[in-house]
C-alpha cells in the first residue's frame, strides 16, 4: 500500500457586492459578506480539493479549473471537489481523509460545522473535517478582509 500527503490553500477577500453569498463548505450563511472570486469562492472546498490533488501528484485546482475560462464562472465548488475526487480515483488513488483549518473573524463556523462537514464528505467520498480558528485581529485575515483555510489530505493506492 502507497500512503501520500497533499497540503492545500487558499484565501479570498470579502466582497463589496451585497448580491454575493457566502460559501463555507458548500453552505450559505445567510446575512454574512460573500467572497471575491471566479466561482462561488468556497474557500474550504478549494484547500480541500488542492490537497487531494497535491497527494495524488495530480497539480493544483488552477490547472484544471482555471479562472480564466469562462465556463468555471460562478461553479458550485461542491462540485469541482466531487470531480476532484473523481481525478484522484481515475488516478488510482482512494482519499483517506482530509482536514480543513478555516482562519476568520467572522462567521462563527461551530454552529455550522456538522452540515459543512457533511457536505464535503459527501463530495469526497472519505471523512472532511472543519475546525475554526481567529487571527485574534493580526494580519489581514484578523482585520476581517478575508477568509483562509489550510487543508491537509491523505490518500492510498
Known amino acids: 500500500m502507497t500512503v501520500r500527503v497533499g497540503q492545500g490553500f ?65 461553479a458550485d465548488s461542491i462540485g469541482l471537489l466531487s470531480e476532484v475526487a473523481r481525478l484522484v480515483r481515475e488516478s488510482g488513488f482512494e482519499p483517506g481523509n482530509v482536514d480543513a483549518a478555516v482562519v476568520c473573524e467572522r462567521p462563527k463556523l461551530a454552529p455550522r460545522r456538522d452540515e459543512m462537514c457533511q457536505r464535503l464528505s459527501g463530495a469526497v467520498g472519505a471523512p472532511v473535517t472543519v475546525k475554526g480558528n481567529r487571527a485574534e485581529g493580526l494580519g489581514a485575515i484578523g482585520r476581517g478582509e478575508g477568509i483562509a483555510c489550510f487543508a491537509v489530505a491523505v490518500v492510498e493506492r
Open 10 to 74: 487558499d484565501v479570498h477577500a470579502f466582497s463589496d457586492d451585497p448580491a454575493r453569498k457566502l460559501v463555507l463548505g458548500g453552505v450559505v450563511f445567510d446575512g454574512e459578506r460573500g467572497l471575491v472570486g471566479h466561482s462561488d469562492a468556497d474557500v474550504i472546498a478549494h484547500a480541500c480539493a488542492d490537497a487531494l490533488l497535491g497527494a495524488a501528484g495530480l497539480g493544483d485546482i488552477g490547472q484544471h479549473f482555471p479562472d480564466t475560462d469562462p465556463k468555471w464562472a460562478g
